[in-house]
C-alpha cells in the first residue's frame, strides 16, 4: 500500500478566494488522481496528475479552475480557484501502486462562505 | 466512457449474516474491479479486487465475484459484524487506462 497525506484537512474559504491542497506520497508512484466527493455521494474523478506535464481533465473540469502540479513522483497539488459556494466539497486524492491498486490520502474538507 | 451501476443503495442486516452487494459495468475492456470501504468522515480504503482473469477471489469474510460475460460482479461479506458498517463503492477500470469509475455507493449497515 501507500500512505498518503494531504494538506490542510479541513477550511473554510470566502467567495472568489483560492485554495491550494497538498498531498504527499511516501513513496513514488506511477500515477496519482484528484477526485471529488459530495457529502453522501459517490467519488468525481477530477484530473490525472501527471509528472512533468499538464495534467488530464475529466469532462466537466477545467484547468483554468482546477490548476493542477506534480513535480515529481511523490508529490501533487491541486487549487481550487475563484470559488464559490457550489465548490464546496470534500477533495482526495490517490495515488496508484503495482497493477490498479489506488489508494487515497484522507481527503480535504472544503466550506465556501 | 465506462459506466457502473451499484446495488442495492442501502443494505441493512443482522449481525452474522450475509451481505451481497452487485455492480454491472458496460466497458467489455474493463479488467480490474476493485471494491472500497469508507467509514463516516474516513477516507476509502481498498478491501479486495479482482481482475479479469479470475472468477472469485476470496480473503477471509470478503469475497468478489466477477462474471465477465454478464459484466457484473459482486461483493460478498459473511458473518457480519457491526464494524462492517459503512458505506461500499465498487468501481472498474481497464490496463492502460487506470482511471476508475466508481458506483454510486451501498450504505450497509449491521443490525446487532
Known amino acids: 500500500s501507500a500512505v498518503i497525506s494531504q494538506k490542510p484537512s479541513r477550511d473554510i474559504c470566502q467567495r472568489g478566494t483560492s485554495l491550494t491542497i497538498q498531498c504527499q506520497v511516501d513513496?513514488?508512484?506511477?500515477?496519482m488522481f484528484w477526485y471529488r466527493q459530495q457529502p453522501g455521494q459517490s467519488l468525481t474523478l477530477i484530473a490525472t496528475?501527471?509528472?512533468?506535464?499538464?495534467?488530464?481533465?475529466e469532462s466537466g473540469f477545467v484547468i483554468d479552475k482546477f490548476p493542477i502540479s506534480r513535480p515529481n513522483l511523490t508529490f501533487s497539488t491541486l487549487t481550487v480557484s475563484n470559488m464559490s459556494p457550489e465548490d464546496s466539497s470534500i477533495y482526495l486524492c490517490?495515488?496508484?501502486?503495482?497493477?490498479?491498486?489506488?489508494?487515497f490520502g484522507p481527503g480535504t474538507r472544503l466550506t465556501v462562505l | 466512457g465506462e459506466n457502473v451501476e451499484q446495488h442495492p443503495s442501502t443494505l441493512s442486516v443482522q449481525e452474522g449474516d450475509s451481505a451481497v452487494i452487485k455492480c454491472t459495468y458496460s466497458?467489455?475492456?474493463?479488467?480490474?474491479f476493485p471494491w472500497y470501504k469508507q467509514e463516516l468522515g474516513k477516507r476509502p480504503q481498498l478491501i479486495i479486487d479482482?481482475?479479469?482473469?479470475?472468477g472469485e477471489k476470496k480473503d477471509q469474510r470478503i469475497a468478489v465475484t466477477l462474471n465477465k460475460t454478464a459484466k457484473h460482479f459482486s461483493l460478498h461479506i459473511t458473518e457480519t459484524q457491526p464494524e462492517d458498517s459503512a458505506v461500499y463503492f465498487c468501481?472498474?477500470?481497464?490496463?492502460?487506462?487506470?482511471?476508475?469509475?466508481f458506483g454510486t455507493g451501498t450504505r450497509l449497515t449491521i443490525i446487532p
Open positions: 513513496s513514488q508512484v506511477t500515477m
Open positions: 496528475a501527471n509528472q512533468g506535464s499538464e495534467a488530464t481533465y
Open positions: 466497458d467489455s475492456a474493463s479488467n480490474y
Open positions: 479482482i481482475r479479469s482473469n479470475v
Open positions: 490517490s495515488a496508484q501502486k503495482g497493477a490498479n491498486e489506488q489508494f
Open positions: 468501481a472498474a477500470s481497464n490496463f492502460g487506462n487506470e482511471k476508475l469509475t
